[in-house]
């Protein structure tokens, strides 16, 4: 498709704020009128459009998809995206050890065990840790107050746990990625341990390189958009 504009600008809407083309306001994919909560993350998808060639390429359009999501399939189904992020805590993969005795134990130990303490001391929960991968539930009352704490977040956030749980395998980290000041860099090598602890013995071809990369831009992408999302109501996230 050519490119249809000339102009891009972000303006305050009744209820949040908005990307307009030419003065003309842009609808999500859905239908629905694309209003944001943040004039952060509108200017930073009005970007996405200024910085589109003579020819548009949706690929391109990282943020305004993500966006996109948390408008047409979080608002209305708040409950069934909550029920999608819940289970990656019941099969978290922080939780899911070695054996004592094998050498990658003591790696899931030294990387793992701070990042799940630290998430259990801030939520006042409990994991029970699983040698091994046969599944093993989670306590009632951990899962009780993760669906609470995903209940606090609004559809934006919603989108980027979505997102972020799935990349990782982990709503722990997910959770801590959306986090002020989160460490993107080092949530995700604690997401890729494993795969780096293989990588370590066995070495990498480059297509598996290419993947985890793509992997990390959309780990990277999810945490930006939480960030530009956050309002004051959300920030203690």
Known sequence: MKRFY????????DDGWRVLLDGRPI??????????PTQA????????WAAQGEEIDPALFHL??????????????????????L??????????????DEPLYARQEEVWEPLVAGFEERLDVRFTRVSGIVHRPQPEATLARLRE?????????????????SLAASLT??????????????LWK??????????????????????RAARFEAFTLAIRMAALSRTESTGAA
Do not use: S
């Not at 608002?75 to 992020?85: E, K, S, Y």
């Not at 289970?87 to 004592?100: F, G, K, M």
């Not at 704490?149 to 749980?165: C, G, I, S």
């Open 149 to 165: 704490e995903l209940e606090t977040h609004d559809a934006f956030a919603l989108a980027a746990l979505r997102m972020l749980a």
């Open 41 to 48: 993350l509108a200017e930073a998808m009005a970007a996405e």
């Open 190 to 211: 604690a997401a890729e341990l494993e795969a780096d602890w293989q990588a370590e013995l066995w070495g990498e071809d480059w297509e598996a390189a290419e993947r």
């Open 6 to 13: 000339k102009t891009v600008t972000a303006e305050k809407a």
């Open 173 to 186: 980290i997910a959770l801590e990625a959306i986090r002020p000041g989160a460490d993107a860099e080092a």
């Open 87 to 100: 289970p990656y805590a019941e099969t978290d993969t922080l939780c899911y050890r070695a054996d004592p």
């Open 64 to 85: 305004r998809d993500l966006a996109d999501f948390a408008i047409d399939a979080v608002v209305p189904n708040r409950d069934q995206v909550i029920g999608d992020v």
């Open 27 to 36: 609808k999500t994919a859905g239908g629905r009128p694309q209003v944001v």
